[in-house]
């Protein structure tokens, strides 16, 4: 480092990513600081993965608990606790905080906690008003969710809001078709509330293996999410507005003859007080919402499910010639660097790839690159990845859908019930799909909707990345009785493309 730097390298964002770049960058001997506006941890462990998957965790129970009576179990259980899981869930939260602020810490990382902005490609302006001089800036700010277009928009909660809410709502109306959305309705539908579904597509899920994401679907309307597809909210207003407007107003009433009428108290401080989040103070209140279909509700809660976008805005990274694309990600070539040469981003800023593993990746890539004189390309292909529904899906590689436009493929598929499914009396299915190209045998994807398909996938995913064939799958023995045994036991193809 020259006297010129106050650091070597400076990271904008304390998410998994970045602490990554940031921790293995000081492993090389930079001097490294990192600015978070928030909670060190960023979306992955404050507000998306681990959160959600700890809800995953206890929204299966239910219908755990009702298995066992089939098994020869007699179980007694109460309604679920919010208030208590809630409790523990933001225990564990500040816990992995620490830990992350420990691991900064322990690798001599200098933190600040505010925001940071860009004055040029080497000055990083604190929020005190400060400024810091660095040979290299990182960008790993990640993304957020975003609102449809329509009125009142922000009367509904984003995924962002539902780890704060305060009570479990008895009704929910969410709006959207991906992963996001779908993982929630059956985490929410799990832990007792009703779940209604909005999605304006054909079918939930789009980018998915078809097969995968229908057998999904079929599976959530039979617990009784009430799925719409093909439908969008029309209007959408608080509940005691709209009885307010439909009621007449007596002609000797307050209301008629001018005086105030005292407003009613609804709505959420803690939804409103959110840092992460634009949801009104009302959206702790019910919703009235009508929908495309004609359809007509009210919600306790309206949850936007609608996409994410990347956190650029006001950073300063366009006014001093970095290139953003349509949605506001940071372009950036093979090595994550942007067209200022100083300028790198990794992560969900990027609108690369949305995961956070990959993110990780990305900022260890960065360091060999940038610290490590071996230039290191990212490497986004045959990513493995899980939707946490229930049951739940892992996928690698490509669907059949995106393959048989590529090559002639064979197409190996079973589905069936799982023993422990079947004997409990349910009806859920498991689906084992691989999908194999003619000439190179080499296995293109693998599809997996089953309990547990997220464990399944990693396993599968080396094997696939490591350029499998089909019949290296077929020497494998299998392990009985499972449900991955049929990976390796499918011997003829379903049909061929």
């Not at 010129?4 to 304390?14: E, K, N, S």
């Amino acid at each position: 480092m020259t006297d010129a730097f106050d650091y070597d390298l400076f990271v904008i964002g304390g998410g998994s990513g970045g602490v990554r770049a940031a921790r293995t960058s000081s492993a090389k001997g930079a001097r490294v600081a990192l600015a978070e506006e928030s909670r060190m941890g960023g979306t992955c462990v404050i507000r998306g993965c681990v959160p959600k998957k700890l809800m995953v965790f206890a929204s299966e129970y239910r219908q755990t608990f009702a298995d066992a009576e089939r098994y020869g179990w007699s179980v007694k259980v109460d309604d679920f606790d919010w208030p208590a899981f809630r409790k523990g869930l933001h225990a564990e939260l500040d816990r992995l905080e620490e830990i992350y602020r420990g691991l900064l810490s322990g690798s001599d990382v200098e933190v600040f906690d505010q925001r940071a902005t860009l004055d040029d490609a080497h000055t990083v302006r604190l929020a005190d008003g400060t400024t810091k001089r660095a040979k290299h800036i990182l960008i790993a700010t990640g993304g957020s969710p975003v609102r449809p277009e329509m009125q009142n928009a922000d009367l509904g909660l984003v995924s962002n809001d539902i780890f704060l809410m305060e009570e479990l709502p008895e009704s929910v109306l969410i709006v959207g078709g991906g992963y996001i959305a779908c993982e929630f309705a059956c985490i929410l539908h799990g832990l007792g509330v009703e779940v209604t579904q909005y999605y304006r597509g054909a079918q939930i899920l789009r980018g998915f293996d078809d097969e995968a994401r229908g057998l999904i679907a079929e599976a959530m309307c039979e617990r009784g999410i009430d799925l719409h597809v093909g439908t969008n909210i029309v209007e959408m207003e608080p509940w005691a507005e709209h009885e307010e407007a439909r009621r007449p107003v007596p002609a000797n009433s307050d209301a008629a003859m001018g005086a105030p009428v005292e407003e009613r108290e609804v709505g959420s401080d803690v939804l409103a007080a959110n840092p992460k989040s634009d949801t009104r103070y009302e959206a702790g209140c019910p919703m009235w919402v009508k929908g495309t279909n004609g359809h007509e509700k009210r919600f306790d809660h309206v949850l936007f499910a609608t996409g994410r976008s990347p956190n650029t805005e006001g950073l300063g990274l366009e006014e001093i010639g970095v290139e953003l694309g349509r949605r506001g990600e940071v372009i950036v070539n093979e090595y994550s660097q942007s067209s200022v040469p100083s300028v790198y981003a990794i992560g969900d800023v990027t609108d690369r790839v949305a995961l956070t593993p990959v993110a990780i990746r990305e900022g260890m890539a960065f360091t060999e690159t940038v610290f490590g004189d071996t230039p290191t390309p990212v490497d986004h292909e045959l990513i493995p990845s899980a939707v946490f529904t229930q049951p739940e899906m892992g996928t690698i590689g490509l669907t059949e859908e995106a393959a048989r436009d590529i090559e002639p493929i064979e197409v190996y598929c079973a589905s069936f019930r799982p023993m422990q499914q079947a004997f409990a009396g349910r009806s859920d299915r498991a689906l084992m799909k691989l999908i194999v190209g003619r000439d190179s045998r080499r296995v293109l994807g693998c599809h997996i909707v089953a309990d547990h398909a997220g464990e399944m996938i990693q396993m599968a995913g080396i094997a696939i990345k490591m350029g499998a064939t089909k019949e290296d799958f077929d020497r494998v023995c299998a392990v009985h009785p499972t449900i991955s045994e049929e990976l390796v036991t499918m011997r003829t193809p379903l049909r061929t493309a």
